[in-house]
């Protein structure tokens, strides 16, 4: 393989650049594995978290606090969450917050000089992640995309992927690895987003790795029309008027009415009107001040004039599917294969019903930490190195046919057939639009899964690319079209309402339907019903 820049091998290999692959790396390193993480982006900047501030499920250990927390959570997630890994996270996260104030994170405290742990600064968080984790000796590599994983007959082996500054190929050998690449936004444009392409899940399928949750993708988030904040929080104190400046939310309630508009075509203008007095437009600027950024920036004082609005899709990032984990230690379905964040389903904490941060945010800290201690555990319990294993790359879909492989005749055929990748994204993207994917109806959905499954062989044809950034493009559109068919297919299997997830023929809740959707498969997609434990 002398085609590639660069190859390593290490005990752990972690994918990801956003908090859980953080912790997954400190986690694995403090085990005493060597560990490499290769990122997308930059660690310490990448991903959803490090733009903006985030909210925790952090309580003291206080009993009663604590159950009605978790009682709360069992019945918003649709009855779909277990307990005890509500009471896990709440443990574990009171350990790791401390820790991090221990490493130096400044948080506020009250009159008392209590510490409020309970709010997190994006980039503040991050950049002191990534110290903490070169610290402990994680060889960190920036702006690495991981294109396929590597695998024997005894599991997965590492992963191989692109080095964006030069182009050239690189290689990671492991005997454990962490899939922590955040989840699906299809590219909308939301902030901290666009790395976030469920590349971790078609790379994790295609060892046959299972997928759960997948119905509970119905999440967009307002933003400025002009803007990708997502923050939409401080709308609460907003007055919304439509094109001819009629008051839509006269009762003060926002329900669907930007959705509807924006699915129908139509512009939703807002003003933060509701904060009248300069005091609360004080609080409002420091409690959230990434909020007022495009406004600013634009020339618009959002408390006294209009601004129009949007949604973004955030699909899986603030669903709650993903991968499905079948241990405590965050394992998977694949030997030596372990998933953290948003790219693992968080039906066990969350049921079906998720949100931008807090249960989010508390997830990515512990199912880090859980799973890179399990990696380094099972990596150092393996009887031979990484690099001694007869590993192959298992990567199939979206992939440049590897030079002198014989195929050249039918990569050109499939390269005359397969539409530019602007051209299939923009396909895909419509699959999974407000009118289908949010305001879902039984027959929208099936008809959108048709039109799916015939675009797959195409979004999925390994055509040959020029230039190494197209071949990432078209694995992320490979992830994207097999993620919009995971959620069309569970969503056409929960014949109800419940959670974060509807379809109009079956308004409401089946007691009966008291189980969760496994999704396997690529070119055909096997569903399987699990009970949910007690």
Known sequence: MSELGRKLTTDVLVLGGGPAAAWAAWSAASQGAKVVLADKGYLGTSGATAPGGTNLLYLPPDRELRDKAVE????????????????????QVYINLERIEQWGYPFVRDEHGVPQRGHLQGLEYMNLMRKVVLKAGVKVLDQHPALELLADEHGVGGA??????????????ANAVVVATGGC???SKGLGC??????????????GAELSGMEFSRAYAPSAAFGTVTRGRLLGW?????????????????????HKAVSEGRTVY????????????????RSHAIFFLPYDRAGIDVFTQKFPLTVRGEGTVRGTGGIRLVGEDCSTTVAGLYAAGDAASRERLMGGMSGGGAFNASWAICSGTWSGEAAAAYAAAQPGHAGQRNLRPVGRFGLQPKSGSGDSEAAAIADIQRP?????????QHEVSLKINYFRRESTIRESLQRL?????????????????????????????ATARWMHTASLQRKETRAMHTLAEYPEQDPSQLHRIALWGLDHISVRYDKVPV
């Open 160 to 173: 191989r992927g692109v080095c964006r500054p030069d182009g050239t190929d690189w290689e990671v050998r």
């Open 185 to 187: 936004a299809f590219l």
């Open 420 to 428: 530019n990748n602007a051209e299939l994204l923009k396909a895909v």
């Open 194 to 207: 666009n790395v976030l392409t469920g590349d971790g899940l078609l790379m994790a399928s295609e060892l």
């Open 238 to 258: 907003a007055t919304y008027y439509d094109e001819a400046g009629n008051v839509l939310n006269s009762d003060g309630n926002r329900g669907q009415i930007l």
């Open 270 to 285: 807002a003003m933060l009107n509701k904060a009248d007095t300069p005091e609360k437009q004080a609080i409002l600027r």
């Open 72 to 91: 709360q959570r069992y019945v918003g997630g649709g009855y779909l969450s277990e307990r005890s890994w509500t009471y896990r996270v709440l443990d």
């Open 453 to 481: 499954n015939a675009l797959w062989p195409i979004a999925g044809s390994a055509a040959g690319y020029e230039g190494f950034q197209q071949r990432i493009r078209a694995r992320e559109i490979a992830a994207m079209t």
